[in-house]
């Protein structure tokens, strides 16, 4: 399987595991989204050893993605408590993740056979 295929059959799980939020108490959610981003990591760790210099972009975009996302969760609820700040902290996760495997699908990333 080429690796821009793997990343979107990725992507598309980290978004349905996204929506384990209204499920699972927060604290279970952070955790299952840790897994999640922890797995997503190590699966294509050697692709992404490979092509972080070159697509260090992606990675910068992905973590500034889950910050906006984190970041927006937390000023459109001006009351929140410890419970909601995990929650939200785990919905950064799951767009760092998101973001960084968008940009290498957009930007058409090689996998080692120089396939697209």
Known sequence: MQLIQK???VMVVVVLASFTFYVLPPLLYVIFQSIITYGVISYFWKELKR???EYLRAIIAGASGGFVVFLAS???TPN???NETICFFGLGMSAVVFFMLLYLIVEGVEDENGQD
Do not use: R
Request: aromatic share 0%.
């Open 51 to 53: 092509i972080a210099k």
């Open 7 to 9: 990343l979107a059959i």
């Open 80 to 82: 929140v408590n410890l």
């Open 74 to 76: 937390k000023l459109s």
